[in-house]
């Protein structure tokens, strides 16, 4: 009967000892499972390492031109950080795997003498409460592994939006430049023909002070412009991983076009509840802190349990008699000074935090649903406007501007001012598609993802607006 209940006991723990085995790819399959769908519109598989292959693949996207979805591909391949999460990854698995394996037995040994007496003692130990409890340990290693997967499988879709971030600034800042560039062509002529004019006297000083300052403006805005565009090129390649000839990459010349229809999502609020990666972690997290609760409870003050069987065996030299003692020994504290309040009081704190926590992150999850559609549609509708109402409207008038020019009834200064107007309204149209592609990749994240941190649409409306302005 004894040996039944021992292998009632022994055989669960035996089972999940037996089971438990690291995952080959360390769980970047499961990672890859999770963010199917979530990774900027990109689905592809993330790399654990710089591999002679990962770099082949980097190698043969960078020989083109590098699209949006290219850079993704590209920094879900050749990342650091991420590398470093999946390393991560793989630590919890092997965690997992070391909580399920059966505790080691203590064996300990003493010899003693006593005149012609020599007293050999053994003694072998098990951790019982340890092998009692190993299915929870495992349980709950199972658990940390699961929630170390979600937070991996959060860091690949925060990586592939800041990627997808980077690129859209890093082209619109590019199309800035190129702009700023006219823009300060168009002031050089002004210039220089305010100069001849004012050396014949046909123009005054001031005159020609005014478009001298229009020239030294406009050259600080390329500078700007120019070092704007370096610092979001830089800020896309840190993201992709690319050093040495790599930074080489050459981007398309304009961003996309609007989409001709948008798909409205429906169900904001519900569909970030129920896809959001952060949510399902916080939601994982209650549930095992819960869990935990009960096993802390039920171990109070009782932490340790240990069975040993020992064997003793007495020599006497002197007359050659020899003695031996068997006997189990049975080990636990005494809860007399502990009795666990402070744990059971801890474990609670842990779970009413936890829940807290939930809630917390589903009312964020809601609100930056809503804020993120708003600064979607509100984004979109002004890349229209300038796209449909304002570039349109600045060509016409720039056409007429060049046709009363050519007969006579326009001066070139008139010429000049409007071309200025018109390229400082194609920059602010650039820069209200940047904001929607923007805006794009923070609902996507917030919908599918997670916590952008801070969105980011419509967060350089007032830029746009001082640079028309300026062109007024």
């Not at 210039?191 to 001849?196: F, H, S, T």
């Not at 509708?381 to 016409?396: G, I, N, Q, S």
Request: hydrophobic content about 45%; overall charge neutral.
């Amino acid at each position: 009967m004894t040996r039944l209940i021992a292998w009632a006991v022994l055989a669960p723990a035996l089972l999940l000892a037996g089971c438990a085995s690291v995952t080959p790819d360390g769980g970047a399959s499961q990672v890859s499972e999770l963010t199917r769908g979530k990774t900027a519109g990109v689905d592809a598989a993330v790399a654990r390492g710089a591999t002679a292959d990962t770099q082949q693949a980097v190698a043969a996207l960078l020989a083109q031109p590098v699209t949006a979805e290219a850079a993704v591909r590209i920094a879900l391949l050749n990342n650091p950080q991420l590398h470093a999460s999946m390393a991560a990854l793989g630590i919890s698995d092997a965690e997992r795997v070391q909580a399920g394996r059966l505790p080691n037995p203590h064996f300990a040994i003493g010899r003693f003498t006593e005149g012609s007496k020599v007293e050999i003692e053994r003694f072998l130990k098990f951790d019982v409460l340890g092998l009692l409890t190993l299915p929870w340990r495992a349980q709950w290693a199972g658990q940390q592994s699961e929630l170390a997967r979600l937070q991996a499988a959060q860091d690949v879709v925060r990586t592939a939006a800041d990627t997808r971030r980077a690129w859209v600034r890093a082209v619109a800042a590019q199309q800035t430049a190129r702009y700023m560039r006219d823009v300060k062509e168009t002031a050089e002529a002004g210039a220089e023909l305010a100069q001849r004019m004012t050396r014949v006297g046909n123009w005054s000083r001031l005159q020609q002070a005014r478009e001298q300052a229009l020239l030294a403006d406009a050259t600080a805005q390329l500078a700007r412009a120019e070092q704007a565009a370096l610092a979001s090129r830089e800020q896309l390649t840190r993201l992709m991983g690319l050093w040495g000839t790599q930074t080489n990459f050459t981007l398309p010349e304009r961003l996309p076009d609007l989409p001709a229809t948008l798909q409205e999502p429906q169900d904001l609020e519900a569909r970030a509840l129920r896809e959001r990666l952060d949510v399902r972690a916080a939601q994982l997290e209650a549930r095992y802190v819960a869990q935990s609760l009960g096993y802390t409870r039920a171990t109070g003050f009782i932490n340790a349990l240990d069975l040993g069987y020992g064997r003793n065996t007495t020599f006497n030299n002197a007359n050659g008699e020899r003695e031996t003692k068997r006997g189990f020994e049975l080990e636990l504290p005494l809860p007399i000074f502990d009795w666990g309040q402070g744990r059971n009081a801890r474990a609670e704190g842990v779970y009413l935090q936890s829940a807290a926590r939930v809630r917390a992150v589903a009312v964020q999850a809601r609100s930056e649903a809503r804020e993120a559609y708003h600064g979607w549609r509100t984004a979109h509708d002004l890349a229209k406007h300038y796209r449909d109402e304002v570039v349109p409207l600045r060509k016409f008038i720039n056409d007429e501007v060049v046709l009363r020019y050519n007969g006579m009834l326009a001066s070139v200064w008139d010429l000049l001012g409007d071309v200025r107007m018109n390229i400082a309204a194609v920059n602010a149209s650039i820069e209200a598609q940047r904001d929607f592609w923007l805006a794009d990749t923070d609902l996507q994240l917030v919908l599918t993802g997670t916590s952008p941190g801070g969105l980011s649409a419509l967060r350089s409306s007032a830029t746009s607006s001082a640079v028309e302005e300026k062109g007024h």
